[in-house]
């Protein structure tokens, strides 16, 4: 069953505030459904495109529901205007439920300004675009404000610091509620990728070294993706890659900074981890992961932290 996902349109909205966030869930392999709703059934946005056939605030959401606040590009003017005001009041309406989490909140850019407004981010952490970051501080004056952020998520409200910001945000949601894979295959599909904020934890090492074009390195990355646990060789990884063992070899350390042994050793403790958190013995997660043994695993687990100490 798709996640509903209710944006809310408004004149003025930033076109990409609200294009390219809905892009990026409507390629979810239809784990989202979208729906446009704004108290007008026309709008007219920053770059001067229609959008119509608006549907009517509605008078509540159903739990589970994403409710999606695009950023303007004149917040002052157009956050002025009637149509922002009833949308405050109705957001109003709609607190204990987004503070009860059965409703998530999305912000983009300026979009935190309206959430601001109907006294929604009291006492979160949060953020926008930089240009308007003292304007949010007086619309929320108990909110916490963060600066030099990607985006921040707090009780289940989200903010990003806008226009690509957005993408990077919807990613991340994407791969919280559908997984890795099917975010991997969205970022793919749009050619962008992920930025991490300040405050979230590393992304998996299934996400985090894809951030490059080289169509040979991904091709030896997916195989990897679909038998970690394997015995992979050099040699066999660069005869899928199409590329010389040594040109493979070359290209992780040039792109990703990484060896092919070592990139191999990350996914491989990825799911050990998993295997570990859903309560296997650390023999059986070991060779579950392709480690000849808990100790190999050991010594796997220990050489990363170390390596992260002396960042």
Excluded at 187 to 211: I, K, T
Excluded at 213 to 242: F, N, S, V
């Amino acid at each position: 069953m798709s996640t509903p996902v209710w944006i809310v349109t408004l004149p003025g909205v930033m076109t990409l505030d609200l294009t390219g966030p809905a892009e990026a869930l409507q390629l979810a392999q239809g784990h989202f459904s979208l729906r446009y709703i704004g108290p007008q059934e026309s709008v007219i946005t920053s770059t001067d495109m229609t959008i119509s056939q608006i549907a009517p605030l509605p008078e509540t959401l159903p739990a589970g529901s994403l409710l999606l606040l695009p950023g303007a590009s004149d917040s002052q003017r157009w956050f002025a205007t009637p149509q922002a005001q009833q949308t405050s009041r109705w957001l109003m309406r709609l607190q204990p439920q987004i503070h009860s989490q059965a409703i998530t909140l999305v912000c983009i850019c300026s979009g935190a300004l309206l959430a601001a407004r109907a006294r929604l981010l009291e006492g979160l952490q949060c953020t926008t675009h930089h240009d308007v970051l003292d304007r949010l501080r007086q619309a929320a004056p108990g909110a916490l404000v963060k600066e030099n952020r990607v985006f921040v998520e707090d009780r289940g409200v989200w903010t990003s610091a806008g226009i690509t910001a957005g993408i990077d945000l919807a990613l991340h949601l994407i791969n919280r509620r559908c997984g890795s894979q099917v975010a991997l295959d969205v970022a793919r599909e749009m050619v962008v990728w992920f930025r991490r904020s300040g405050d979230d934890p590393q992304l998996s090492p299934w996400l985090r070294y894809r951030n490059h074009l080289h169509p040979a390195i991904h091709r030896a990355q997916d195989a990897l993706l679909q038998q970690p646990e394997a015995g992979w060789t050099l040699p066999q990884l660069a005869a899928r890659a199409h590329v010389s063992e040594r040109h493979l070899a070359r290209l992780f350390r040039l792109h990703l900074g990484i060896s092919v042994r070592d990139y191999h050793e990350q996914l491989r403790l990825a799911i050990a981890r998993q295997r570990l958190q859903q309560g296997e013995g650390a023999e059986r997660a070991a060779q579950a992961a392709g480690f000849s043994s808990s100790r190999q695993l050991r010594r796997a687990h220990q050489r990363w932290a170390d390596d992260q100490l002396t960042k």
